[in-house]
């Protein structure tokens, strides 16, 4: 360990002393959530249209966790599973956690660019990272705390970031952990259906008084806001009935980051959301707060008819973690990446996937090959992905639909061994066909039924994974 790091151990010392267009549920003037300032739809079309546009994200997970790397005290954790949760699943208090996890923390100079250049090589528009994950580790420079990486590297990780990002033309936004393993005044007695690794113990610092945790929540979050220029996103992590809204002055807090960030987007995880991962997302948006953010979170899944009527973004691991683990071989082929973005996006919604670089700031390989290998696609099928919004009809056995006014794309799966693609486009009159992938956009022959058209494709796809086929159709 350098000199840094022994001086960043002993202040720890000393301190130990001490969560579309919207018909249906928005379609009223809302409150931009939390805000003194009613927005209509329009303004909030406006505000989300970027976002609705975009479809594909880049979402990392960097802590002091990434160093570890699945490993605690010399022994494997295990090969699956989220270890930006290792401090909890060792059960270490903050002090050990930071002894073990520092020395491997480790960013290397230009870490950032790396990851904004992937992002934008992968035909990502936006990129979501860790601010502060549960662990409690700030990204940012904080005059609220010495646990953050300005004190531990003399760097401001964030902004070097933040400023990579925007430098790459991408929107930028931050995740951020509401709950915290580290403030020696969070109440995990009171969070009491939240995880703490010292869950069962008695507070080693006596009784802790929550709201200064809150306290210091707002004003690192204000400092999130106000620091690092202009921000597109703010990825609320987590809430659960009974420690929602209230428990940790959701409403104030919200209102506080529009007030700073006018034009910026959240997810809903601030408050105990519609929590719409499975099956019945449908009638869990009975409970749909538009006022509690812009878009809901779908994790790990996407929800098989989508989530009609709000905004929503699913957020999916390439292995099965979301914080580096070198012992997580679980990776997802490009085919499921790339099938899987276009699912969610003929389903109209977006794709956060994410990546966990190393201590250093290393993408691993893996990540990066499938992302390259997304980005390739994007660059001859972006037009197919970008601005388009779900399926007209039920998705085809052979693959997925997306459109735009006036053409629908066929993303072909399987390609037809006949030479014939029909597509189920009812009533709709197509007036032309051709591949996206023909920058001559050669016509192919096209044949109108009651229910379906046929198109005449070459025998061989023009891609494995996706082939996709343009339908201009009349008005
Ligand atoms: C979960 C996990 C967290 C991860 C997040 C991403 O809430 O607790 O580790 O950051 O999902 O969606």
Known sequence: MNSLGVKFLLILGVMAMCTISTSGAAENTQQAAGASVPETPEARDARMSWWREARFGMFVHWGLYSGLAGTWKGESTGDSGGKEWIQNQVKAD??????????????????????????????????VFTSKHHEGFALFDSQYTDYDGADLTGRDLCKEIVDAVKAEGLRVGFYHSVIDWHHPQYDYEAANKLPHPLRGQPSPNGPRDHSIYVDYLHDQVNELMSNYGPIDIIWWDFSKAGNDGPFWRSDELMRAVRAAQPAIISNNRLYDTPNIEK??????????????????????????????????EVCMTMNTTWGYNEYDHAWKSKETLLRTLIDIVSKGGNYLL??????????????????????????????????????????????????????????????????????????????????????????????????????????????????????????
């Open 279 to 312: 099956e019945d997302s449908v009638d869990r948006l009975k409970n749909w707060k538009p006022e509690e953010g812009d878009f809901t979170t779908p994790e790990q899944t996407v929800p098989s008819t989508g989530v009609p009527g709000v905004d929503w």
């Open 354 to 475: 994410n990546v966990g670089p190393r201590g250093d700031g290393s993408i691993p390989e893996e990540s990066i090959t499938s992302m390259r290998a997304i980005g390739a696609w994007m660059a001859v099928n972006g037009d197919a992905i970008y601005g388009t919004t779900a399926s007209p009809v039920e998705p085809p056995a052979w693959g997925r639909l997306t459109a735009k006014p006036g053409e629908v794309y066929a993303h072909v799966f399987d390609w037809p061994l006949s030479g014939t693609l029909e597509v189920p486009l009812g009533q709709m009159t197509v007036t032309k066909a051709y591949l996206l992938a023909d920058a001559g956009k050669t016509a192919l022959p096209v044949e109108s039924s009651d229910a379906a058209v046929s198109v005449r494709v070459p025998a061989a796809a023009p891609d494995p994974i996706a082939s996709v086929v343009v339908l201009e159709i009349a008005p």
């Open 94 to 127: 903050t002090w050990e956690y930071a002894h073990e996890a520092i020395p491997h923390f480790r960013p290397k100079v230009d870490f950032a660019k790396e990851w904004a250049q992937l992002a934008k090589e992968a035909g990502c528009r936006y990129l």
